[in-house]
């Protein structure tokens, strides 16, 4: 019997790989979310900020080791190769958001997500996000054979390449899980969140806490105890929510998106994170939107 089981599994999977077409909405803005988040960086953060030199004065580009197979790293330290490096990394984003070829782009967005990971000194969670994210995409668009991502797909993926994109798409879910998990069980360590107080501690963090103006605009309310307890409590609850959503049904990771996307909108404006923000919505947009069949993105004549 548990032969029998264990031997049916992986046919079961096979058989919901092989109807499944991954080339849908989902994909297309999760992508466009994923190159939206690296070039906002860019397009805010000069190359002082970028690369501040706390490791590798005095630029702080990051080349050693494997790291010199950055992008930042080929095209070398000076302020003209910082230049050509920002230049060539916007061109790409901007042609990721365009949903040109993604069969094409889908290696070079990886590439430029994991040149500006190894590159900067000290990579924030949101650039760490991405570049796993992006490495994700690559087996679900290489089978990609259409010239904009936003267009119904006219044939089937081969099978070689479904089945990778299904893979890779269960990755991705994998990792979300993770990094949910990963921030319940840290709270959940931390007394100031068991006890309800860490969300008073958050707002008035000098660096990564709220506005002025939203602090001034919360102040009434933060000044009882039962109200930011609450609050604390329930991003908990959230994180873990989205945990056991993301492994349900088709309904319930609707339900995970809808969660999910005001939950990173919320800290985006509150805490400004919009990198990790926009990089969470994106990765929740192809986990969560189911994706066609087969049967439906092929034109029938």
Not at 7 to 16: E, F, K, S
Not at 196 to 201: E, I, P
Request: aromatic fraction near 8%; hydrophobic fraction near 50%; charged fraction near 15%.
């Amino acid at each position: 019997m548990t032969m029998t089981l264990s031997g049916d599994v992986p046919a079961r999977l096979g058989r919901v790989a092989a109807r499944t077409e991954p080339r849908g909405p989902g994909l297309a803005a999760g992508r466009f979310l994923l190159a939206l988040a690296q070039l906002s960086t860019l397009v805010f953060s000069p190359d002082a900020v970028l690369f501040s030199p706390v490791l590798s004065p005095p630029d702080g580009v990051r080349c050693d080791g494997m790291r010199s197979l950055s992008l930042w790293c080929l095209t070398g330290g000076s302020s003209h190769g910082m230049t050509i490096s920002r230049i060539v990394t916007i061109g790409v984003l901007l042609a990721v958001m365009s949903g040109y070829r993604p069969r094409l782009l889908c290696v070079p967005h990886w590439y430029v997500a994991f040149s500006s990971v190894v590159a900067v000194p000290v990579p924030n969670g949101g650039e760490r996000a991405l570049m796993l994210a992006s490495m994700l995409l690559i087996p679900m668009c290489l089978g990609d054979d259409r010239r904009w991502q936003w267009t119904r797909p006219r044939t089937p993926l081969p099978p070689v390449w479904r089945g990778a994109a299904f893979a890779a798409r269960y990755a991705l879910r994998l990792q979300l899980t993770v990094i949910y998990l990963g921030a319940v069980v840290s709270k959940l360590s931390d007394p100031l969140w068991r006890q309800g107080s860490a969300m008073f501690v958050i707002v008035n963090h000098p660096q990564a806490g709220f506005s002025a103006p939203v602090r001034d605009l919360l102040e009434p309310v933060l000044r009882t105890y039962w109200v930011v307890a609450a609050v604390s409590w329930s991003v908990i609850g959230a994180q873990l929510v989205l945990a056991v959503l993301l492994w349900n049904g088709a309904r319930a990771r609707w339900w995970a998106f809808a969660l999910g996307s005001g939950f990173h909108v919320g800290i985006m404006f509150l805490m400004s994170l919009a990198v990790f923000g926009l990089a969470m919505i994106g990765v929740l947009a192809i986990v969560c939107v189911p994706p066609r069949r087969v049967g439906e993105s092929v034109d029938r004549k």
